[in-house]
């Protein structure tokens, strides 16, 4: 295994594969890592603002434009950059145009559909009746008596505690595990499917009912990118419990690295993080995620809101792709495995404040990085 050890929510252990941003700014003006363009981003937002009305469609404008730049950073001279920026900002924003022009022209073109009906909505109850009556009967006798008897009877949890000789928060804490796996068994049943591993029916228990620390000792992260079954029935799972403070995305394709940068851009903005540090956040996210679909086909990018020591945003991304062999060479500016315009790890790394690999042959790689809030 290559990186560091994990020592969060607080602060990453000095390591090789992490670099503090005093380190990073006296890296790049010694050791020749790359300029910092942050002094850019302000132009390239003005240009692409100046010309794009639609503010979602212009900030992803100006996080493609910074993609490019920093993409040629070690590349050009350091007096081009500048330039260059505006250049890619100025032509961003033409194909932006034409491609618009292009669907205007072609808009006759499309076809209106006629909408299919609505399934039968009397065969949709019946199946949802089934699988409640399945997902019931999966559940041990007093489990679903108990549930019963609070839900359907009305009975409070101080004359179900006296009943079963527990106090009254004993049993509304049994309650909510039993909601907790009725709603896996429902999900399960509505699928009509059973679930492949042992592993299976524990994760999934520790999702639905939303305890972090089973979460952990399953090790929930890793077997959903592991088990296609699993990932899909935790969607609703973890949609039933939302955090204003956390939110999971799965990586899979385009599609997903852009809701990943705007959910990371989203978040941050709640902690009041500046325009130009919410720009190098959701880039940072956005390169990452990328990663994740260029060399493992799949994987998870956990962004979540942090106030010790200080305010601050993490992002953790996951895969169970091949791994990094060498994780300190992977590190290094200019270095991609790939021919591409993308920033890779070093680029990412530029943008945030930490920045930590572990990675493991055969196994995946997890990045964590986080960017605090200055004050001021």
Known sequence: MRGCEFCFPHRLPAYSAYVSAPEQAKASTDSGRGPDITPLIPIIRRIIYARVSNRTVAEDLVQEALVRVLGAAHRVELGMLEPYAIVTARNLVASLWKERDRDRRNEHRVLDLVPMASPDEDLLKRVDQDAVTTALGRLSERERQTLLAHEVSGRDTRSLGAELGLSPGAVAAQLNRTRARLRV????A?????VPTERCRPVLF???VGDRR???EVDAARHLLGCELCATISQPLMRSSPSDHETSIRIEGDSDIVRARRNARELASLLGFSRTDLTM???AVSEIARNIVRFAGNGEVTIELLDTPGPG??????????????VDRALTDGYSSYNGLGLGLPGARRLMDEFCVVSEIGRGTTVTM???KKEG
């Not at 068994?185 to 399960?188: Q, R």
């Not at 509505?190 to 059973?194: G, K, M, S, T, Y």
């Open 281 to 283: 956040i959701a880039t």
């Open 185 to 188: 068994e429902y999900l399960l």
């Open 206 to 208: 520790a999702l639905s």
């Open 214 to 216: 089973r979460q952990r």
């Open 313 to 326: 945003v993490q992002v953790v991304a996951r895969d169970v792709g091949p791994g990094i062999p060498d």
């Open 190 to 194: 509505l699928q009509a499917v059973e």
């Open 370 to 372: 986080i960017k605090w």
